[in-house]
């Protein structure tokens, strides 16, 4: 089905170029004018897409959950109340949750469509009333079919959403000139600019906050903007110096998941 408005802003869109995806569909893209989003039309090869939720080509699985990893404890411990809960969303096998969780955060892990194999016993639960002082959303908002509606329902339950995509650059691409487009294994399909993201915050009355590139925040918070920047770039060193005054939860988790053997 050919698309009429845009999954973000429902303004018109028009068509920018057409592409094969999974070596088999071709498929056509789209622009919105308004925010800029650029989408497939409606994903119809998902399920096939989908018969491995962890595509085979993605090599950088484990580099990204160390550098999330850096990002994500430096901006919760300077910026939020890092003895709260948090929540990552669309975990994949659970390798950032159990990297967090050693450091000291108290992360769990949600996904609908891959098995948690790294974080299990600390699968976040719907009916849970704790607050969720931050959600982490990496490398999936590029998978949502309605992002709009999506962010909806991720703001009900967390108001801070650290999330990683890539911008599209603009003017767009063609699709042998990005690889993020993944028409390899035709999971992406859709991707923001930044003021596609600045839409969405206005919409929902939050900040919106950005390294520019690839990993961006949605939060009540305001903050000096390029001190998000600069704390983003330094992780890898201010990391560290957060794991000496953490107390990690390695062997606390033990104990609980042995005691329920």
């Known amino acids: 089905m ?11 869109i028009y068509p920018i170029f057409t592409s094969v995806l999974i070596q088999k569909y071709s498929v056509e893209y789209f622009q919105c004018p308004h925010c800029g989003y650029v989408q497939t039309e409606s994903p119809f090869w ?4 989908y018969s491995r939720t962890i595509n ?18 430096t901006l919760i411990y300077i910026l939020f109340k890092h003895r709260g809960k948090f ?10 949750v159990r990297l967090m969780r050693d450091i000291g955060f108290d992360f769990y892990w ?7 194999l ?18 982490t959303c990496f490398e999936t908002f590029e998978h949502f079919v309605e992002p709009a509606i999506e962010l909806e329902n991720l703001l009900n339950i967390s108001q801070n959403i650290l999330l990683s995509t890539e911008f599209i650059p603009d003017p767009v691409p063609s699709p042998d000139e990005w690889w993020y487009y993944g028409s390899e294994h035709g999971q992406h399909i859709g991707f923001f600019q930044k003021k596609t993201f600045e839409y969405l915050a206005n919409k ?14 949605f939060t009540k918070k305001r903050l000096f903007k390029p001190a ?9 060193y201010i990391n560290p110096l957060i794991q000496k005054r953490m107390d990690s939860l390695t062997w606390k988790d033990f104990e609980t998941l042995k005691s329920e053997i």
């Not at 050919?2 to 018109?12: E, G, K, L, Q």
């Not at 990552?88 to 950032?96: E, I, K, L, R, T």
């Not at 929902?204 to 950005?210: E, K, N, P």
């Open 228 to 236: 998000f920047k600069w704390l983003t770039k330094a992780s890898k």
């Open 204 to 217: 929902h009355s939050l900040y919106f906050y950005t390294n520019g590139q690839n990993i961006h925040l």
């Open 56 to 73: 085979d080509v993605d090599t950088g699985l484990l580099m990204r959950s160390y550098w999330h990893r850096n990002v994500s404890s």
């Open 2 to 12: 050919i698309p009429s408005v845009c999954r973000v802003c429902n303004t018109a």
């Open 110 to 116: 949600q996904d609908k469509h891959t098995e948690n």
């Open 46 to 49: 998902l399920e096939e897409a």
């Open 118 to 135: 790294f974080a299990k016993g600390f699968e976040f639960g719907e009916s849970d009333q704790n607050p969720v002082e931050l959600m």
């Open 87 to 96: 929540l990552d969303y669309g975990g994949g096998y659970g390798v950032f």
